[in-house]
């Protein structure tokens, strides 16, 4: 069992810059694949970035590409996404998962989330 706890959320406005951290328990991490996901208001949850255990990044598209950066430390069963440049469509609440597989459909430990909010 993998046990996910985020943080590092909160109101910044546009064009600030947030790092949140994703600390992991109850085994190491080293072996999993490490990702992202966010859920806006009314929306459904998405993904945006991954990180296997052996490198090789991910992103979701144009839309965080150059702006967030996804990385982990397996000894310090962390894993970060540093985010520049926010935008208000930002604004979700972001989960952290985790998952065995270096390419999972579908991933097998979720944390509760931590709220991002970007004001205009």
């Known amino acids: 069992q993998v046990q996910l706890v985020e943080s590092g959320g909160g109101l910044v406005q546009a064009g600030d810059s947030l790092t949140l951290s994703c600390e992991a328990s109850g085994r190491s991490i080293r072996g999993y694949s490490m990702a992202w996901f966010r859920q806006a208001p009314g929306k459904e949850r998405e993904f945006v970035a991954r990180l296997r255990w052996m490198g090789g990044s991910k992103y979701s598209g144009d839309s965080v590409i150059g702006r967030f950066t996804i990385s982990r430390d397996d000894a310090k069963n962390t894993l970060w996404l540093q985010m520049n440049s926010l935008k208000p469509e930002d604004t979700a609440v972001y989960y952290c998962?985790?998952?065995?597989?270096?390419?999972?459909?579908?991933?097998?430990?979720w944390g509760q989330g931590t709220q991002v909010t970007v004001s205009s």
């Open positions: 998962a985790a998952s065995p597989l270096q390419i999972p459909r579908n991933y097998d430990y």
